[in-house]
């Protein structure tokens, strides 16, 4: 998307709308109905470079100069922008993702422009560090911490919620100074683009929001994490795509905040309010088709409750209706593209070949002739699959959840860590004492205690083992988007 052609996403450097140097484009495919969305300018390495350059450079301008409340005030006018254009924002973001506008409109769009809020406010209430020392001439010095920001950052986004996420980033970075060059990812150009205009709009200086388009190895996004000119990366994606921007940050001695894949539980004990249980565990496996980094894909039932669980979750999975974004009875949209139908669809097979109890779902729905070439997918609930098999070990990013059924809470305890990856989990349970007892054993960056993907955004966000390094969120991301430096004055 681009201020003249809305058919066409172009990078956005130094406050310019441009197309990729070397003439190189790539198609913009709609996972509704494959339709062609536009066409997508990929960045060359000159253009990543001029991308960091303008970065580096808006690090010493106006953006330098401006008070902690005048940047503020910015980042609350960008906020403002945002929810003024949300229809803009919306389609944008519903015709990438093929999402229920219904859900994108909640979640995505005030979300997006939320983070840029919260962050704002972040920056002006957090106090220093400040220690009296004392010296042996009785005279003493004070210690102090200077915060400076980081640099430039490289944030390189997933496809799943594009906006929230990648404001998530931008938000805390912008707040403490820093400059950006955004890789967006190549299934959803979308926003990021859109953003640029916001920015100029409310006058953030060129060079301050950079955003630059392809796809990861041997494109922008190797581009932009080998660049050395980059100070930091901030990635969220895949586990696999993490490491590889781990070893690129090692050249150069960069910093990481790395947020990735799960395969998070959720553990229902006998005691739980059923009716909120079936709620928040439908939203959690199948919400946004079961792509969010949060989401259950394993599911633990105590025993006594078991079939009952089953058949009330499998009910209610059933009668979601898989449609349009712009239908308002849509729960279920597409997936993301067709080679992610192709994964998710493998793993269903897999799921056969293993013996599984396929309560409901397990393919692909037959839709109407005019999105016969989307990338749809069926709900999935299996039960009686192995603790080894891969469906209960991998990450699938899909609609689906494997259910199991569990006697005692030292043997759940054990199923939900079971695994090597460690971000979030739903415990459901009316007592107390057991919900934190349960909650302090998991190794993971959330635990959600009758309810999910509640969020404070002060709270730290992120996860332990392979789904993350560091935490963002709050003061946390403070601490990653900025620099310390100790000021020790004798006195
Ligand atoms: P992905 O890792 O395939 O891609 C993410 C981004 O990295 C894209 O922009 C891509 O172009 C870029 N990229 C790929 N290879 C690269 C390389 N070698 N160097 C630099 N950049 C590279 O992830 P995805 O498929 O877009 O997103 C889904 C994944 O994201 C899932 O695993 C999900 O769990 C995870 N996720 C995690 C969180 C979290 O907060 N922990 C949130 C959302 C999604």
Same mark, same amino acid.
């Given at each position: 998307m681009s201020p003249t052609n809305i058919a066409e996403f172009h990078n956005f450097i130094d406050g310019q709308y441009r197309p990729g140097s070397a003439g190189a484009t790539f198609d913009n495919t709609s996972p509704v109905d494959g339709s062609h969305i536009g066409l997508v300018h990929e960045a060359s390495v000159a253009d990543v470079n001029d991308a960091v350059v303008a970065a580096k450079a808006a690090l010493k301008g106006p953006w330098a100069a401006m008070t902690l409340a005048d940047r503020s005030a910015m980042l609350y006018a960008i906020a403002d922008e945002i929810d003024r254009r949300a229809d803009d924002f919306l389609a944008a973001e519903v015709a990438d993702t093929g999402k229920p506008a219904s859900l994108a409109c909640h979640i995505d769009i005030p979300r997006g422009a939320a983070n840029f809020r919260i962050f704002a406010d972040s920056v002006k209430n957090v106090p220093g560090e400040f220690f009296p020392t004392p010296t042996p001439d009785g005279t003493g010095a004070i210690n102090y911490a200077l915060r400076s920001p980081k640099g430039v950052i490289g944030v390189i986004c997933p496809w799943n919620l594009p906006l929230l996420l990648m404001t998530w980033k931008v938000g805390p970075a912008l707040a403490c100074g820093n400059t950006v060059v955004v890789k967006p990812s190549e299934e959803t150009p979308g926003t990021a683009t859109l953003l640029g205009e916001v920015m100029n709009t409310v006058g953030v200086p060129r060079g301050v929001y950079n955003v630059v388009h392809g796809f990861g190895p041997g494109s922008a996004g190797e581009f932009v994490t080998s660049h050395?000119?980059?100070d930091a990366i901030t990635f969220t994606g895949e586990t696999r795509t993490g490491e590889a921007i781990m070893k690129a940050a090692a050249d150069g001695t960069r910093d990481v905040s790395l947020e990735m894949g799960g395969k998070n539980p959720a553990i229902i004990f006998a005691d739980a309010d059923l009716d909120d249980a079936i709620e928040g565990t439908m939203r959690s496996v199948f919400v946004n088709c079961g792509q969010v980094c949060l989401g259950t894909e394993r599911v633990y039932v105590e025993r006594p409750i078991f079939d009952e669980f089953v058949n009330r979750l499998a009910t209610e999975a059933k009668a979601m209706k898989i449609g349009v974004p712009d239908d308002p009875a849509t729960d279920l949209g597409p997936l993301i593209s067709l080679e992610h139908q192709q994964k998710v669809l493998s793993y269903y097979n897999k799921a056969v070949e293993e013996g599984a109890n396929v309560v409901i779902g397990g393919g692909v729905p037959v839709l109407g002739d005019d999105v016969a070439k989307g990338a749809w997918i069926e709900p999935t609930i299996w039960t009686?699959?192995? %603790? %080894?098999?891969v469906l209960v070990v991998e990450e699938i990013f899909g609609p689906c959840c494997h259910i199991r059924p569990f006697d005692s809470e030292e043997e759940v305890i054990a199923l939900a860590n079971d695994t090597v990856y460690g971000l979030a989990a739903a415990v459901w349970t009316q007592n107390t004492s057991r919900a934190h007892r349960v909650a302090s054993q998991l190794d993971v960056g959330l635990c959600w205690v009758n309810s999910w993907f509640l969020r404070d955004l002060r709270t730290p966000f992120g996860g332990m083992k392979a789904s993350g390094i560091g935490r963002e969120g709050g003061v946390h991301s403070l601490e990653f988007y900025t620099e310390t430096t100790n000021v020790c004055l004798k006195l």
């Open positions: 050395q000119g980059v009686d699959l192995a %603790d %080894d098999s």
